[in-house]
């Protein structure tokens, strides 16, 4: 700690180059340069505490940020970090400031596309590994999350797992990256939404589509694929939890929207009830 009293909390505006301003305020203990989204983020240390800084300075990012802090003066949920401030820097930029939050990113910049995703050392390939009750009961935290937020009227636009962030030692997850999550329905008015093909459904491909609950259905099925079956693969052979989670799983993730769940609540309600059945679809018998 540099200061006795952080800044960061308090300052509207800063002059000057951003990382220059930490370095005064704070201790820099991480930065993460290699994103595609325009956005530089920060590990600061200051006042005793650690927090997560997320800058821009293009114009279509700084965008993104101003739509994160009207969903984050909106959506309080435990595994949401906090949004504790933001403040304008030299240029046009924006700089948000959140609560630190412990974890590992599931898709990191680090071992990028589907060789890195399979390298041993990488969170999503470790996550993967997990027991299948620690996956699924990773998974029912998505879930019920994203039910919170389909009460708030928003769609995951660019849900993937780049947003998970998962404590290994806690088995503790939270969510991050809302910057594109928007309100629902709308009419998609370019040619794809933005996101991870393994985790977005038919419709976000296709100029003038509806994207509503039902595209968030398809994309909570997608997350099922991509953990608990051979990163996204519908094959049965790949999946690892039971035929009844199958099941829900590929209704959910089903091409057509009408065969799909109306809601993420519709579908993590089916999701529990197959989580409470037993490997042979009988609820296991009570002691």
Known sequence: ????????????????????????????????????SGCVSYGIEC???????KFAALPPAVGFLKQAIAFHHEARHPRI???????????????????WVGGEVLH????????????????????????????????????ETHVYLESLGYVAVDFYDGCILYDFGREALHLCDFDHYARGPFLL??????????FMAPEEFIRGSRIDRRTNV???????????G?????????????????????????????????????FYREWLK???LGEDGERPASD
């Open 1 to 36: 700690m540099k200061n006795d009293k952080c800044l960061l909390l308090q300052n509207e505006a800063i002059d000057g180059h951003l990382l220059d301003y930490l370095s005064e305020v704070g201790d820099v203990f991480a930065v993460f340069d290699k994103q595609d």
């Open 47 to 53: 006042g005793g505490r650690n927090f997560f800084v």
């Open 218 to 228: 398809f994309t909570m099925g997608a997350a099922a694929f991509v953990f608990l």
């Open 108 to 143: 990191s910049p680090d071992f990028p596309g589907k060789e890195g995703r399979s390298r041993p050392e990488s969170p999503h390939y470790r996550f993967r590994r997990l027991p299948s009750g620690k996956i699924i009961a990773a998974l029912n935290a998505v879930y």
């Open 81 to 99: 970090p906090k949004l504790l401030h933001a403040f304008r820097t030299g240029g046009g930029g924006l700089a948000l400031v959140y609560e």
């Open 274 to 276: 197959a989580a409470d």
């Open 230 to 266: 051979n990163d996204g693969s519908r094959d049965r052979g790949d999946w690892r939890g039971s035929d009844a989670l199958y099941r829900v799983a590929s209704k959910a993730a089903s091409p057509e929207r009408d065969d799909r769940y109306d809601s993420v609540g519709e």
């Open 189 to 198: 008015e370019a040619d794809r939404l933005f996101g991870s093909s393994r």
